[in-house]
């Protein structure tokens, strides 16, 4: 596996969890980086992306909630989930931003496998 999520679980409205990506086999270099998610019976849609030198975009409903993160010298990409909400329950993915649109899931290869995020009302 080149690219292994973790971090996610159950937690109530709220709460915050923190959610990691661990590129094993450095494919990423110096590539930008995303976090996707997938409700059930939805579309994966953007979370957050960074590129390797630090920029960072956020989807609306997420900003001021999630930051994203990345180490680079450890290979990992981060995603510090607060205020959780039960529309935030979904399975998140990351992946690595090849070129076009950090936005656009089209613009990226490379993806994990994805971790569950379950938020409780």
């Known amino acids: 596996v080149q690219l292994q999520a973790s971090g996610g679980g159950l937690v109530q409205a709220g709460g915050s969890l923190r959610l990691s990506c661990v590129d094993s086999k450095r494919i990423a270099s110096n590539n930008g980086m995303g976090w996707f998610r997938q409700a059930p019976g939805k579309e994966r849609e953007f979370v957050a992306a960074?590129?390797?030198?630090?920029?960072?975009y956020y989807e609306d409903s997420v900003k001021g909630r999630f930051t994203i993160s990345r180490d680079n010298a450890k290979n990992t990409l981060n995603l510090q989930m607060n205020n959780l909400r039960p529309e935030d329950t979904a399975v998140y993915y990351c992946?690595?931003?090849?070129?076009?649109?950090?936005?656009?899931?089209?613009?990226?290869?490379?993806w994990g496998r994805g971790t569950q995020v379950t938020v409780s009302s």
């Open positions: 960074i590129q390797y030198r630090g920029n960072t």
């Open positions: 992946a690595v931003h090849r070129r076009g649109s950090v936005y656009s899931t089209g613009s990226y290869t490379y």
